[in-house]
């Protein structure tokens, strides 16, 4: 069950501080709240651990920046913090993503939604409407998959039990619209009920934990490539919202 508070070892304030900060550098090219929290998950439960160093730049890109060393250091503490919750909700089996709660019916938003829930076109519309997306976090997740494709990309080849424990998460993201459907099988592009979605959602995170005992149980071996280029950053979505925990 997703709730609206602040992951462990967080205030609400500081992730609101945080939010504040991605948000105002979205159009710069930053990530938001939601796609760091999947980005620095995937570097959690990955095969291979990942320097800040590496991710920082895809969460604050060189064009976004920071206002001064003060902001720089506010940042830098928090994105930590951030990832140090990530690491003990998941050793107290608390794990929850941080979900984007988008307008439904606001410009590129509404339709991104739609696109993906057309059931909603015929729903009662009001002023407050929201809808929870995962898109983001899937778009975070993914890009930090791609900080080690090569560990991820031989694996899933070779060991289908690990793209079986993906599944819940592979299921989210096709139904937010993250894959082709020109090249996705056709009964993966049937849009979900509302119910199914709502399952699916529930069961990312228990996806990620089994994911990362995945990795502890059978790390990656001497043949294995641990070295890899990043793939293209993703195109992110450029909204607002609110995060959703």
Request: hydrophobic share 40%; proline share 7%; glycine share 8%.
């Amino acid at each position: 069950m997703m709730v609206d508070s602040a992951p462990y070892g967080l205030e609400t304030r500081e992730l609101d501080t945080l939010h504040e900060f991605l948000l105002a550098r979205a159009n710069a090219g930053g990530m938001m709240l939601d796609a760091v929290h999947g980005l620095l998950t995937a570097v959690v439960i990955g095969p291979d651990p990942i320097p800040a160093s590496e991710w920082l730049g895809h969460v604050v890109p060189a064009e976004a920046g920071f206002s001064n060393e003060a902001e720089a250091n506010q940042i830098l503490a928090l994105l930590i913090k951030l990832y140090n919750s990530i690491v003990q909700e998941l050793e107290t089996l608390s794990y929850q993503p941080i979900f984007g709660e988008i307008e439904a019916v606001d410009g590129d938003d509404e339709d991104d939604y739609l696109a993906t829930h057309p059931e909603a076109a015929t729903a009662p519309v009001t002023e407050s409407s929201t809808a929870l997306s995962a898109r983001g976090w899937c778009e975070g997740f993914s890009l930090g998959v791609d900080l080690r494709s090569a560990l991820w990309e031989n694996r899933m080849r070779t060991d289908p039990a690990l793209l079986d424990l993906l599944s819940p998460l592979i299921t989210v993201a096709a139904e937010e619209g993250m894959f082709d459907p020109e090249t996705a099988e056709s009964e993966a592009t049937d849009h979900l009920s509302e119910d199914e979605f709502e399952l699916a959602l529930n069961s990312v995170a228990g996806a990620v934990a089994d994911v990362q005992q995945y990795w502890r149980n059978q790390p990656p071996g001497a043949d294995e490539s641990v070295s890899s280029e990043p793939g293209p950053r993703p195109l992110l979505r450029k909204r607002g919202g609110h995060w959703l925990h």
